[in-house]
């Protein structure tokens, strides 16, 4: 195994003098970086340790020291520290401070601002408040052919320290096109530039590469891009207990390099520690023997070392939740409870017995107790991580449970893997409350996928459309006019109600629910209901089907000459006015029209004189045309045909 290290790995000098100046305030009463002072998390662990602690507001903060980081912060945060009469310690680079410089005064001069890099990194937000954070922020190409600019505006151009210089002659080149009257600032860091110069080469003469710094640094993800792209097999790790020694062989010639925020000493373990694993390894093969990596990694079992991967048997589950494993090791193996699953809901005692075998990730071999620190968990993520890698590049779907509802949508955990569902994925409809998914398993494609930068993103959407159409066509095939399907009322609108038919809406048009006249569907249907229909029209290309549900019972005019017949007398409720007499339905569906001049013997000049909507009373049939749905009614008529009879009825 031959290690090469970038000579330019580890902390550049502006990120060197901010970690100093932080350092030296230790000790000099209350302190606090506004932002953490670098990315990198073993840092800003190590100053929360010594009471330095990262704030994002000065709110509260109302006595001590403010430290600013490397990255710069704008014009704002400084006069709040000085309006609150704080102690401040300006750790910002001076690469950084020089834009700062740049911006300020060309801002003041009426220029209008354009800065080239990542609009969501600190040091971006920082230059950006400069110039009352106004600036137009470009990320890409494209973003450079969208902007819209204006040729008689004047603009200054400034670039992010650590942008790719490639990249920026080529937005440059399109935003000069497009502004004559532009003016270039070329500020990415010469260190920067150089660290990136260096990783090009040294990746593009390796097996293998390794880059040693935190997830969420932007120059340390710029430099595993670059590594990535000439190297495929590169790896970015946080520490030396992130580094899975499987992956390499001691044929290998490994490259190392470091983002800029990347500690020294961190630098220092990961390279010592893979010497040290090496030269034990070569010192136990016999000479002449010829061992695979693999086979030196299997004899050397029960030596231990930060980063293997191995399998080992259960002693035993303690009442806190603790896993203790036998490793074939001087001491026992330790897998706390937090390490043991991704699913916060998984419990070791429920799943594991004693003599049960379990592969683990060894994170240190020595925890300060004698024990040997393990996780599953990491091997859950490893594995996951593939599980996911695979479905999305096949385009499979995967199942995850959904173990937290987040700003903006849902986290699902896939073999120990989080993936974000943003809420817009989460169904083909809306879904005001997302918290209905929290612990229920769902399925999903991986829509997005960023390893580096561990941006995993699935939906729902697409999968549930597709399921819905399958449903829909099975639907479809099974329906023809004519016949009686049976479905749930889903929503009710002013013309009518949608019945759900198993994944298909239909439509019961008001003028189809009722053989009687109704004004609001609402009345005579509620959600939720359950109805029989009958089929109208079920149009596949459209999507659309429509239901009558007053098809379902007979129509009533049907019987209505037999069961109304002329000179008959019968009874009916007054529904309608009109000027020219009154309505009265004799069931519902059927109604017969009371002319005005049929309602009394004296003359009325409105139906109101003498009715009232509601009324029930007599009426007598004179006449009945089925086919046209019309029965004239005589309310006169049917009060005479009673008086006659009253006076039969004394005279007998």
Same mark, same amino acid.
């Given at each position: 195994?031959?290690?090469?290290?970038?000579?330019?790995?580890?902390? #550049?000098?502006?990120?060197?003098?901010?970690?100093?100046?932080? +350092?030296?305030?230790?000790?000099?009463?209350?302190? +606090?970086? +506004?932002?953490?002072?670098?990315?990198?998390?073993?840092?800003? %662990?190590?100053?929360?340790?010594?009471?330095?602690?990262?704030?994002?507001?000065?709110?509260?903060?109302?006595?001590?020291?403010?430290?600013?980081?490397?990255?710069?912060?704008?014009?704002?945060?400084?006069?709040?520290?000085?309006?609150?009469?704080?102690?401040?310690?300006?750790?910002? #680079?001076?690469?950084?401070?020089?834009?700062?410089?740049?911006?300020?005064?060309?801002?003041?001069?009426?220029?209008?601002?354009?800065?080239?890099?990542?609009?969501?990194?600190?040091?971006?937000?920082?230059?950006?408040?400069?110039? $009352?954070?106004?600036?137009?922020?470009?990320?890409?190409?494209?973003?450079?052919? /969208?902007?819209?600019?204006?040729?008689?505006?004047? +603009?200054?151009?400034?670039?992010?320290? &650590?942008?790719?210089?490639?990249?920026?002659?080529?937005?440059?080149?399109?935003?000069?096109?497009?502004?004559?009257?532009?003016?270039?600032?070329?500020?990415?860091?010469?260190?920067?530039?150089?660290?990136?110069?260096?990783?090009?080469?040294?990746?593009?003469?390796?097996?293998?590469?390794?880059?040693?710094?935190?997830?969420?640094?932007?120059?340390?993800?710029?430099?595993?891009?670059?590594? *990535? %792209?000439?190297?495929?097999?590169?790896?970015?790790?946080?520490?030396?207990?992130?580094?899975?020694?499987?992956?390499?062989?001691?044929?290998?010639?490994?490259?190392? &390099?470091?983002?800029?925020?990347?500690?020294?000493?961190?630098?220092?373990?990961?390279?010592?520690?893979?010497? /040290?694993?090496?030269?034990?390894?070569?010192?136990?093969?016999?000479?002449?023997?010829?061992?695979?990596?693999?086979?030196?990694?299997?004899?050397?079992?029960?030596?231990?070392?930060?980063?293997?991967?191995?399998?080992?048997?259960?002693?035993?589950?303690?009442?806190?939740?603790?896993?203790?494993?036998?490793?074939?090791?001087?001491? @026992?193996?330790?897998?706390?409870?937090?390490?043991?699953?991704?699913?916060?809901?998984?419990?070791?005692?429920?799943?594991?017995?004693?003599?049960?075998?379990?592969?683990?990730?060894?994170?240190?071999?020595?925890?300060?107790?004698?024990?040997?620190?393990?996780? =599953?968990?990491?091997?859950?993520?490893? *594995?996951?991580?593939?599980?996911?890698?695979?479905?999305?590049?096949?385009?499979?779907?995967?199942?995850?449970?959904?173990?937290?509802?987040?700003?903006?949508?849902?986290?699902?955990?896939?073999?120990?893997? =989080?993936?974000?569902?943003?809420?817009?994925?989460?169904?083909?409809?809306?879904? $005001?409350?997302?918290?209905?998914? !929290?612990?229920?398993?769902?399925?999903?494609?991986?829509?997005?996928?960023? =390893?580096?930068?561990?941006?995993?993103?699935?939906?729902?959407?697409?999968?549930?459309?597709?399921?819905?159409?399958?449903? =829909?066509?099975?639907?479809?095939?099974?329906?023809?006019?004519?016949?009686?399907?049976?479905?749930?009322?889903?929503?009710?609108?002013?013309?009518?109600?949608?019945?759900?038919?198993?994944?298909?809406?239909?439509?019961?048009?008001?003028?189809?629910?009722?053989?009687?006249?109704?004004?609001?569907?609402?009345?005579?249907?509620?959600?939720? $209901?359950?109805?029989?229909?009958?089929?109208?029209?079920? @149009? %596949?290309?459209?999507?659309?089907?429509?239901?009558?549900? !007053?098809?379902?019972?007979?129509?009533?005019?049907?019987?209505?000459?037999?069961?109304?017949?002329?000179?008959?007398?019968?009874?009916?409720?007054?529904?309608?006015?009109?000027?020219?007499?009154?309505?009265?339905?004799?069931?519902?569906?059927? $109604?017969?029209?009371?002319?005005?001049?049929?309602?009394?013997?004296?003359?009325?000049?409105?139906?109101?004189?003498?009715? &009232?909507?509601?009324?029930?009373? *007599?009426?007598?049939?004179?006449?009945?045309?089925?086919?046209?749905?019309?029965?004239?009614?005589?309310?006169?008529?049917?009060?005479?045909?009673? !008086?006659?009879?009253? &006076?039969?009825?004394?005279?007998?």
């Amino acid at each position: 195994m031959e290690i090469h290290v970038a000579k330019s790995a580890g902390f #550049c000098f502006g990120v060197n003098r901010a970690i100093e100046a932080v +350092y030296n305030a230790v000790g000099t009463g209350k302190i +606090y970086t +506004y932002g953490p002072i670098i990315h990198n998390k073993e840092v800003t %662990k190590d100053l929360e340790q010594k009471g330095v602690y990262s704030i994002d507001s000065l709110d509260g903060i109302d006595e001590g020291t403010v430290v600013l980081r490397s990255h710069g912060v704008g014009k704002n945060v400084y006069d709040m520290v000085k309006d609150k009469n704080l102690k401040i310690i300006d750790g910002t #680079c001076p690469f950084v401070k020089k834009i700062h410089d740049i911006v300020s005064k060309e801002y003041a001069a009426g220029r209008k601002i354009i800065i080239i890099g990542d609009s969501s990194h600190p040091e971006i937000i920082g230059i950006n408040g400069w110039c $009352d954070y106004s600036a137009i922020i470009i990320e890409s190409e494209d973003m450079a052919r /969208e902007e819209s600019f204006d040729t008689e505006t004047e +603009y200054s151009l400034v670039v992010q320290t &650590t942008f790719r210089k490639n990249r920026f002659n080529e937005i440059t080149s399109i935003i000069k096109e497009r502004t004559p009257k532009l003016k270039i600032f070329y500020t990415i860091c010469s260190a920067t530039e150089e660290r990136q110069k260096e990783a090009v080469e040294l990746s593009q003469k390796m097996d293998k590469m390794i880059v040693i710094g935190d997830k969420k640094s932007s120059n340390t993800q710029k430099l595993y891009e670059i590594c *990535k %792209k000439n190297c495929p097999k590169s790896y970015n790790i946080e520490t030396f207990s992130d580094l899975v020694l499987n992956n390499f062989g001691k044929n290998d010639k490994i490259g190392v &390099t470091a983002g800029a925020s990347t500690p020294p000493a961190i630098i220092k373990e990961v390279i010592g520690n893979m010497s /040290e694993i090496q030269n034990e390894k070569l010192n136990n093969i016999q000479e002449g023997e010829e061992l695979s990596f693999q086979q030196m990694l299997d004899e050397s079992f029960v030596s231990l070392h930060t980063g293997d991967i191995v399998k080992g048997t259960v002693i035993n589950v303690s009442a806190n939740e603790e896993v203790s494993v036998n490793l074939g090791y001087k001491s @026992d193996g330790i897998i706390p409870k937090d390490e043991y699953s991704s699913d916060a809901t998984s419990v070791p005692s429920k799943e594991l017995q004693p003599g049960d075998e379990i592969e683990v990730f060894v994170v240190r071999v020595n925890d300060g107790d004698g024990n040997v620190l393990l996780s =599953r968990k990491r091997i859950e993520s490893m *594995k996951g991580m593939d599980d996911v890698q695979k479905a999305f590049d096949e385009k499979t779907t995967v199942e995850g449970k959904v173990t937290d509802v987040v700003k903006g949508g849902i986290i699902a955990v896939v073999n120990g893997v =989080r993936v974000f569902i943003p809420s817009s994925q989460v169904s083909n409809k809306f879904v $005001d409350d997302l918290s209905v998914f !929290k612990g229920q398993t769902l399925e999903f494609n991986i829509i997005e996928l960023d =390893r580096s930068k561990r941006r995993i993103i699935g939906g729902r959407k697409a999968l549930i459309e597709k399921e819905a159409a399958a449903k =829909r066509d099975a639907i479809f095939a099974t329906l023809e006019a004519g016949k009686k399907v049976t479905g749930t009322v889903s929503r009710i609108t002013d013309f009518g109600a949608f019945v759900n038919l198993g994944g298909v809406d239909g439509l019961i048009h008001i003028s189809e629910m009722s053989w009687g006249r109704i004004t609001n569907p609402r009345e005579f249907l509620k959600e939720g $209901d359950t109805v029989e229909v009958v089929v109208l029209d079920a @149009d %596949k290309e459209k999507n659309k089907i429509s239901l009558s549900l !007053k098809d379902v019972t007979p129509n009533p005019w049907l019987s209505a000459a037999e069961k109304y017949a002329v000179g008959s007398v019968v009874e009916g409720k007054v529904v309608r006015m009109v000027p020219f007499g009154a309505f009265v339905e004799l069931e519902p569906g059927v $109604d017969g029209l009371v002319h005005i001049s049929q309602i009394a013997e004296e003359h009325i000049e409105k139906p109101e004189d003498k009715l &009232t909507i509601g009324d029930v009373i *007599k009426v007598k049939v004179l006449e009945v045309s089925a086919e046209n749905k019309k029965i004239s009614l005589s309310k006169k008529q049917a009060e005479e045909t009673a !008086k006659e009879a009253a &006076t039969e009825e004394t005279a007998e």
